[in-house]
């Protein structure tokens, strides 16, 4: 894959693909090509079979992301045009995170803002160190979302949580976060990111298409009863059961070996 900005730290290895945020000098908040290049590399580990799981995290430890690049808002968000060219970039991003078919894990340090806890609400799970800190800053610079843009967050964490986290558009600890619902584990910050490598090769040695299935299935379990697609849940049940894995699986459990899965 060509590399689509600098600002986007890109590696495969041992079935994990990972996205590390480069741009410590503002809390590594994203820039507009960081919201472009997203999708491209999400497409790329999408079509990779050997990409199992993906990883997101921020460089530097000091923070995943402290949002949207305020820098960047002279030049791209001056006018009307403009606005709606960035927010498209945006909106590709975001879609191409929560369409993820693969597992997606936030590993999360320091601070996550704004948009940045908008990409680690993509992602399916979010492990966070002991000093991260979390919160959406929309009422303190008269920033409205529509509901497209808060739906994700209802979903993780609820109405009352999310109305918490926009009414005081305050910042919360670690503790805080895991206790909403917010984020799935929290770790001392010196055994998080080896915590989350551990964590990802575990969900990398398991069956691909049982992984896929259960994606699929709970995502569609929470949407509204009459938008479900209950014949793709049937459907990626049914791939599980006909694969040559789950005869695979069979085998190695009575052989009490680990089983060699291939996503086939």
Same mark, same amino acid.
């Given at each position: 894959?060509? &590399?689509? +900005?600098?600002?986007?730290?890109? %590696?495969?290895?041992?079935?994990?693909?990972?996205?590390?945020?480069? #741009?410590?000098?503002?809390? #590594? @908040?994203? +820039?507009?090509?960081?919201?472009?290049?997203?999708?491209?590399?999400?497409?790329?580990? /999408?079509?990779?079979?050997?990409?199992?799981?993906?990883?997101?995290? $921020?460089?530097?430890?000091?923070?995943?992301?402290?949002?949207?690049?305020?820098?960047?808002? /002279?030049?791209?968000?001056?006018?009307?045009?403009?606005?709606?060219?960035? #927010?498209?970039?945006? !909106?590709? /991003?975001?879609? /191409?995170?929560?369409?993820?078919?693969?597992?997606?894990? @936030?590993?999360?340090? $320091?601070?996550?803002?704004?948009?940045?806890?908008?990409v680690a609400i993509c992602c399916d799970i979010r492990i966070a160190a002991d000093q991260s800190r979390f919160g959406i800053p929309a009422a303190k610079l008269g920033l409205g979302y529509k509901l497209n $843009?808060?739906?994700?967050?209802?979903?993780?964490?609820?109405?009352? !949580?999310?109305?918490?986290?926009?009414?005081? @558009?305050?910042?919360?600890?670690?503790?805080?976060?895991?206790?909403?619902?917010?984020?799935?584990?929290?770790?001392?910050?010196?055994?998080? !990111?080896?915590?989350?490598? %551990?964590?990802?090769? +575990?969900?990398?040695? #398991?069956?691909?298409?049982?992984?896929?299935? @259960? &994606?699929?299935?709970?995502?569609? !379990?929470?949407?509204?009863?009459?938008?479900?697609?209950?014949?793709?849940?049937?459907?990626?049940?049914?791939?599980?059961?006909?694969?040559?894995?789950?005869?695979? $699986?069979? &085998?190695?459990?009575?052989?009490?070996?680990?089983?060699?899965?291939?996503?086939?």
């Amino acid at each position: 894959m060509d &590399k689509v +900005t600098d600002q986007l730290i890109v %590696d495969k290895k041992d079935g994990i693909g990972r996205i590390t945020f480069d #741009n410590q000098a503002k809390r #590594n @908040a994203l +820039t507009y090509e960081m919201w472009q290049g997203l999708p491209v590399v999400l497409a790329d580990f /999408a079509a990779d079979d050997d990409v199992r799981v993906i990883v997101l995290a $921020g460089k530097g430890g000091k923070a995943f992301s402290a949002g949207a690049d305020i820098s960047e808002f /002279a030049k791209n968000r001056s006018s009307e045009d403009a606005v709606a060219i960035y #927010n498209e970039a945006v !909106a590709e /991003a975001t879609n /191409a995170l929560i369409g993820a078919k693969k597992p997606l894990i @936030a590993l999360i340090e $320091g601070f996550c803002i704004g948009g940045g806890l908008g990409v680690a609400i993509c992602c399916d799970i979010r492990i966070a160190a002991d000093q991260s800190r979390f919160g959406i800053p929309a009422a303190k610079l008269g920033l409205g979302y529509k509901l497209n $843009g808060l739906q994700h967050l209802i979903d993780v964490v609820g109405p009352s !949580a999310s109305m918490e986290i926009l009414f005081t @558009a305050r910042q919360f600890d670690a503790d805080e976060a895991l206790g909403m619902g917010l984020v799935n584990r929290v770790l001392p910050k010196a055994e998080v !990111a080896k915590y989350v490598d %551990d964590y990802a090769q +575990t969900i990398a040695a #398991n069956a691909p298409l049982t992984v896929l299935a @259960a &994606k699929t299935v709970v995502r569609e !379990a929470i949407k509204d009863a009459d938008k479900r697609d209950l014949d793709l849940c049937q459907k990626v049940v049914d791939d599980c059961f006909n694969s040559e894995d789950y005869q695979e $699986g069979r &085998k190695a459990f009575m052989e009490k070996r680990k089983p060699d899965f291939k996503g086939r």
